[in-house]
Every structure is written in structure tokens, then in C-alpha cells.
T-cell receptor
Framework: LAKTTQPISMDSYEGQEVNITCSHNNIATNDYITWYQQFPSQGPRFIIQGYKTKVTNEVASLFIPADRKSSTLSLPRVSLSDTAVYYC??????????FGAGTRLAVHP | GAGVSQSPRYKVAKRGQDVALRCDPISGHVSLFWYQQALGQGPEFLTYFQNEAQLDKSGLPSDRFFAERPEGSVSTLKIQRTQQEDSAVYLCASIGASGNTDTQYFGPGTRLTVL
């Protein structure tokens, strides 16, 4: 399973766009890239998943370059409620999720 | 809305006690997963069921950990003779038969504290 590297923490302010980049140099051809969000005292929640180029949903956008060795989660106009830990995962067809330590995003007023 | 539920939400045990943690997956979900999350870390896989069959238990840290899902719905994670290093949040997740294994639905977790 491909290993991922992402920043330990990030700070932002309300209304700003936040971009969290994840490196996954050893991604396999059939691997998807998936991002989860976790609030304190809650389980992780699926945010978005993609394979290549760009994916957008009502919560976030995911940008994946052609070489797929990295990906960027983009959160538009963050609010205080976006303060959470964000996990980047790489895999496909496996029966378990492999989480790293994630990125702790703090959004300030 | 019937999401994944877990009980108890909090459990305090004295070292050496046995504990049982319950997971109620989303109704009809075939696959069920248990994860352990230490403070400040990401969740780590423990075990996986498809219906009542335990197909992967490679993540269970010791033979003190035991999981079951006898009727293919509710699951119980049992920890015997608890140790302080067992203190963590235990998360349960499920997906449906046609679900993508990368998009699991998680419960709120049970926070276990072993004194």
C-alpha cells in the first residue's frame, strides 16, 4: 500500500481557501486517492475521492496532477467548523484503510 | 437517520478487567471493520468481517483481543485482561455490499481508558 506524506498542521482564517497537499510517490496504477475528515470525539468522515485530474463535490475539490504522485485537497472559504484533522489515503480494492497521522487544520476567526 | 452506532461511548476499566465494546453497523451493511486510534494518531486497522465471517484479523495486537459478528450484523470487540496500552478510541466502520471499500461509514467510537 502506498505511503502518504502530508503536513502535520496548518492554520487558516475564516473565509480563506485552504489547500492541503499530500505526497504519494509510490501510488499504484489502480489506486484511488481518498480524503477523510475527523472532528474531535467523532469517527472519520469521507470527504472526496479521485483517480486523476480534478474532482469537485459540495464540500471540497481534489486536484491530482498527471503523474498522480501527489494530490491537493482544496477547501473553499473555510469556517470555524472546518477545524478538524484531514487524512489522505491511497489504495484501491483493499479491505482496510491505512491512515497516517493526518493534517490538523485550525481555522481562526 | 441510522448511522453506525457504538456503545458504550466511554469505558473505564481497571487493569486486568475484561471489556466488551459493541458496534451496530448501518442496517444491511455487509462489511464491518474495527480500528484502534491512539491519542494524536490516525486510526489503525484491527479486523474485518464480511457478514459473519472474519476475513482479516491481522491487525489485532495480541491474543487478548477477540472480535465476533455471529449473525452478520452487530459486532463485539472483546479485550481480555486489559492493559494500560489498550487505552485508545475503538472505531467501528461499515460499508454496503456494493460499496466502495475506500468509503467507509464510521461510528463515533468508544473511548477506553485503562487505569
Amino acid at each position: 500500500l502506498a505511503k502518504t506524506t502530508q503536513p502535520i498542521s496548518m492554520d487558516s482564517y475564516e473565509g480563506q481557501e485552504v489547500n492541503i497537499t499530500c505526497s504519494h510517490n509510490n501510488i499504484a496504477t489502480n489506486d484511488y486517492i481518498t480524503w477523510y475528515q475527523q472532528f474531535p470525539s467523532q469517527g472519520p468522515r469521507f470527504i472526496i475521492q479521485g483517480y486523476k485530474t480534478k474532482v469537485t463535490n459540495e464540500v471540497a475539490s481534489l486536484f491530482i496532477p498527471a503523474d498522480r504522485k501527489s494530490s491537493t485537497l482544496s477547501l473553499p472559504r473555510v469556517s470555524l467548523s472546518d477545524t478538524a484533522v484531514y487524512y489522505c489515503l491511497v489504495g484501491g480494492g483493499y479491505n482496510k484503510l491505512i491512515f497516517g497521522a493526518g493534517t490538523r487544520l485550525a481555522v481562526h476567526p | 437517520g441510522a448511522g453506525v452506532s457504538q456503545s458504550p461511548r466511554y469505558k473505564v476499566a481497571k487493569r486486568g478487567q475484561d471489556v466488551a465494546l459493541r458496534c451496530d453497523p448501518i442496517s444491511g451493511h455487509v462489511s464491518l471493520f474495527w480500528y484502534q486510534q491512539a491519542l494524536g494518531q490516525g486510526p489503525e486497522f484491527l479486523t474485518y468481517f464480511q457478514n459473519e465471517a472474519q476475513l482479516d484479523k491481522s491487525g489485532l495486537p495480541s491474543d487478548r483481543f477477540f472480535a465476533e459478528r455471529p449473525e452478520g450484523s452487530v459486532s463485539t470487540l472483546k479485550i481480555q485482561r486489559t492493559q494500560q496500552e489498550d487505552s485508545a478510541v475503538y472505531l467501528c466502520a461499515s460499508i454496503g455490499a456494493s460499496g466502495n471499500t475506500d468509503t467507509q461509514y464510521f461510528g463515533p467510537g468508544t473511548r477506553l481508558t485503562v487505569l
